[in-house]
């Protein structure tokens, strides 16, 4: 790692309605000699950043472009359907995607859910972003199935939305250049993975390891009781001498 790598901030991206509190949190007790900065992006912007180097790791919501990026999945978001409060989908809790049929079915650039086809009726347009999608709906026209935290993000007073049953779910992951595994990488993948300060890969790499191997206090010299020779050498000797006592030896009872 150079100077000028070790002197600046860890910088992390991150797409609309993911949270990164937790890990910042953990990285701020952990790794207290390199700060870390959050970098907003769009989605579609994500990848680009970390190929650009603008950023050191990005979470974001899959799928993307891949090529010369290394991915861990982290987790799912539930989809819903952002409708109008007075819409007839807010008389029940979740709904099924045949529900959608009548419906026209907004499908924003910038929301990466995969579907088979489409539900409902496809608008002539696709909205650019979600937060012109989510508009549209508020203006009455159509509605638009996003990750439940992008409809958190963008809530509206006069906005609701319902969970969609078999409706495909966006994964959010954790990606950063091949090329620049660093690290301080490691060490934020430690920190999502939940390993702990004291795990071999999650521990602050400007930080020296604490090993089992310290300096040990020398052992004392043998005791004579200890470097006696074996019983048999002194039986051998006594059967040489006739079974007498050396002076001064210890009388048999």
Do not use: C
């Not at 009726?121 to 696709?126: K, V």
């Not at 060490?187 to 390891?209: D, K, L």
């Not at 310290?214 to 001498?241: D, N």
């Amino acid at each position: 790692m150079t100077e000028a790598t070790a002197s600046r901030p860890f910088r992390l991206a991150y797409v609309p309605g993911v949270t990164p509190a937790k890990w910042v949190r953990i990285w701020g007790e952990r790794v207290t000699d390199t700060p870390l900065e959050l970098v907003a992006v769009d989605a579609v912007d994500a990848p680009t950043a970390l190929r650009e180097d603008r950023a050191d790791a990005a979470l974001l919501r899959l799928p993307i472009d891949r090529d010369g990026l290394s991915v861990i999945p982290l987790y799912e978001e539930i989809p819903v359907v952002v409708v109008p409060k007075d819409h007839v989908f807010t008389a029940t809790d979740e709904i099924a995607l045949s529900d959608l049929a009548d419906e026209l079915v907004l499908d924003p650039l910038d929301v990466p859910l995969v579907w088979d086809m489409l539900p409902g009726r496809a608008a002539l347009d696709r909205p650019a972003t979600t937060a012109e999608a989510i508009e549209l709906v508020a203006a009455g026209v159509g509605v638009v199935v996003v990750p439940m935290s992008l409809a958190r993000l963008h809530h509206r007073k006069d906005l609701t939305y319902r969970p969609v049953a078999a409706a495909p779910e966006s994964r959010v992951a954790l990606s950063w250049a091949e090329e620049r595994t660093t690290d301080l990488v490691d060490e934020f993948i430690g920190i999502v993975r939940g390993r702990t300060a004291n795990s071999s890969r999650g521990r602050n790499p400007h930080e020296t390891p604490k090993t089992k191997t310290q300096t040990r206090t020398p052992s004392a010299p043998r005791s004579a009781a200890k470097t006696s020779k074996p019983r048999g050498q002194e039986a051998r000797r006594s059967a040489k001498s006739g079974g007498k006592s050396k002076p001064g030896g210890r009388k048999r009872r």
